[in-house]
């Protein structure tokens, strides 16, 4: 097997609503990545396309195929991936595998998502069918599923709720200072605690926000970050059917498989990017992922360790709380801030101080399905 590399990364900002069109901000990612990679889109063998809303929003089918041709690069292998919100992190482990195997010499991993291409009830009725078909027939919605996680973690670990808006307050300083970020403005406790509730105990400042954007990976089997581990795990469907509402055994089964894979331990991580859709979903997916004892990941937040300055930065970048949550460029993005990082791209207090290895789990639906990535900057 081939070591597979991240060479090159590209990103647009995001925004609430951008000009560009789905495919225009497809191949803005790409053209970014591939200039940063030093290729050119021709010498690409793979693309390996991110997208979950296309058909709901009204958009168009064979997304893949239609980016090929609005990037001029016919003739390429490419398949277009859904896996929910992981879709990012699946598609990017496609494209590592195709390095891997040796089947494809420069593969591209690309993710885009133009939420605002319908009204905020079409998206949101979309985005519900993520969960149970039970669940959804219900009117049961993610949301109710973080409130229901947020106020039962809030009363076994008897935390006060001021603990739950400070991941909100670090993830949106992250974000200030992020150029690419949907949201670069800084939030106080008080802020986030008088936002308007959306399923008790979470406020709006709790919830990522829906977002344009796209994110662009080339992956090839020489560069500066080496992936050293990547890989998935699904977990119980309905979340009613799980045994514990706080556990997700997806993220910890991904997690484990590539610390193992790697031969890499929790302490060597430098830096993590964590699927916060919810602010809650930060502590659980860090329990889970073995960084922190259950009912502990909070105590970190509040002692300053997660932030960007701390012993151990989470979501340096702003996480989907600040930078957004553009469903199929999600898991390219937090791999893209990973890699600047481990590159040691960024200017000030963006640069997380000598970061070598990074992890990013990117969440598909309440934990139905994770995946898991190293990254380590190459010797």
């Known amino acids: 097997m081939?070591?597979?590399?991240?060479a090159g990364v590209g990103m647009p900002a995001f925004e609430s609503e951008a000009a560009a069109s789905t495919l225009e901000l497809a191949v803005d990612a790409a053209e970014r990545a591939t200039a940063d990679a030093g290729v050119a889109l021709g010498d690409v063998d793979s693309v390996h396309l991110?997208?979950?809303?296309?058909?709901?929003?009204?958009?168009?089918?064979?997304?893949a195929n239609a980016f090929v041709s609005a990037a001029g690069v016919e003739g390429v292998r490419a398949d277009r991936l859904e896996n929910t919100s992981a879709s990012g992190a699946s598609a990017a482990h496609r494209g590592v595998e195709a390095v891997e195997s040796g089947r494809s010499n420069v593969a591209l991993v690309l993710g885009v998502e133009k939420m605002s291409a319908a009204d905020t009830a079409t998206v949101t009725d979309a985005i519900s069918t993520l969960t149970h078909d039970r669940e959804y027939a219900q009117g049961v919605t993610l949301p109710?599923?973080?409130g229901l996680a947020a106020g039962a973690y809030l009363d076994r670990y008897d935390v006060p709720r001021e603990a739950l808006a400070d991941v909100a307050v670090k993830n949106h300083?992250?974000?200030a200072d992020n150029p690419v970020a949907q949201f670069r403005k800084e939030i106080t406790v008080a802020d986030a605690l008088d936002s308007p509730p959306v399923a008790s105990p979470l406020r709006l400042y709790d919830c990522c926000p829906m977002t344009d954007g796209a994110a662009a990976l080339v992956v090839a089997a020489d560069g500066d970050v080496r992936v050293s581990g990547i890989g998935s795990a699904t977990g119980t469907h309905a979340v009613a059917d799980r045994p514990d509402p706080l556990e997700i055994e997806s993220v910890r089964a991904a997690s484990d498989r590539v610390f193992d894979d790697a031969g890499l331990s929790r302490d060597d991580v430098d830096a993590a990017c964590i699927h916060d859709a919810f602010t809650v979903l930060e502590w659980l997916e860090l329990e889970e992922a073995g960084f922190y004892e259950a009912g502990a990941a909070w105590e970190a937040t509040v002692d300053g360790e997660t932030a960007r300055d701390g012993d151990f930065p989470v979501n340096p970048g702003g996480g989907l709380k600040a930078r957004g949550h553009p469903l199929g460029a999600t898991g390219i993005s937090q791999l893209v801030e990973l890699t600047w990082?481990?590159?040691g791209d960024l200017d000030g207090e963006r640069q997380v101080d000598g970061a070598d290895t990074g992890f990013a789990v990117n969440v598909a639906g309440f934990g139905n399905n994770s995946v898991a990535t190293i990254l380590e900057a190459a010797p």
């Open 2 to 6: 081939t070591d597979a590399y991240v």
């Open 50 to 63: 991110a997208n979950v809303l296309t058909e709901a929003v009204g958009s168009q089918s064979g997304l």
């Open 144 to 146: 109710s599923f973080g």
């Open 173 to 175: 300083r992250n974000g």
């Open 341 to 343: 990082q481990l590159r």
